[in-house]
């Protein structure tokens, strides 16, 4: 009787209904898995996107950086050819310089 009394008590929360949805405990703790799972797996994908918007942003900032400083460079490089242009242009129409 005893071992009955065990037998039963230990198929309990897999083999009874729970009070009024006629499901089953362990279809209960299935579900709960599950539902972890995915809570889990939601996590996961959150997290790699935030990291994914945060690397792109950062990329998108470097570009918009490097794009400044390279047109700044372009810039003051057609300033400073102007100049020499201009300097070698002065002296070519300047008088010479005589020479002893």
Do not use: C
């Amino acid at each position: 009787m005893r071992l009955e009394g065990r037998a039963r008590f230990n198929a309990w929360p897999f083999s009874y209904p729970l009070a009024g949805d006629g499901r089953h405990r362990h279809q209960e703790q299935t579900l709960s898995r599950s539902n972890r799972a995915r809570v889990q797996a939601e996590a996961a994908f959150l997290k790699t996107q935030t990291r994914s918007l945060s690397r792109n942003r950062i990329v998108s900032e470097t570009d918009a950086v490097n794009q400044a400083r390279d047109a700044n460079t372009a810039r003051l490089k057609e300033q400073r050819l102007n100049k020499e242009a201009l300097d070698r242009a002065a002296v070519a129409t300047a008088p010479g310089i005589p020479l002893p």
